[in-house]
């Protein structure tokens, strides 16, 4: 069952508790709605997402990844792309960029 997967156990911080348990109390209940948005657009970079300024070149010190740069949507999936296939992107962009920053300040 869903309550005996490992990942489950490791990942939590508290042991689940049923919701009628007195002794597990107060509780709060939030409804939460999860989604992404398309953002058509973003900020343009370069392949090492180091963030361009109006003239083209890299701004000093700045990158961008994921949804900022545009991976939401009209980025690399284009504008028909599925919610589910933005995670790739972001990714990529986030380890494109931290190599790039890691080799700058080496």
């Known amino acids: 069952t869903a309550r005996r997967y490992i990942g489950d156990r490791l990942?939590?911080?508290a042991t689940p508790h049923r919701?009628?348990?007195?002794a597990a109390g107060p509780l709060i209940g939030?409804?939460?709605n999860i989604l992404t948005r398309?953002?058509?657009g973003g900020?343009?970079?370069d392949l090492d997402?180091?963030?361009l300024g109006a003239d083209g070149r890299p701004v000093e010190g700045l990158y961008a990844a994921g949804e900022v740069a545009g991976f939401g949507g009209g980025g690399v999936h284009g504008y028909n792309a599925l919610e589910g296939t933005f995670l790739g992107g972001c990714l990529f962009s986030g380890r494109a960029a931290g190599r790039a920053a890691a080799a700058q300040t080496a």
């Open 11 to 13: 990942g939590r911080v």
């Open 19 to 22: 919701i009628l348990d007195p």
């Open 30 to 32: 939030v409804k939460l």
């Open 38 to 40: 398309k953002t058509l």
């Open 43 to 45: 900020i343009q970079t």
């Open 49 to 51: 997402s180091r963030a």
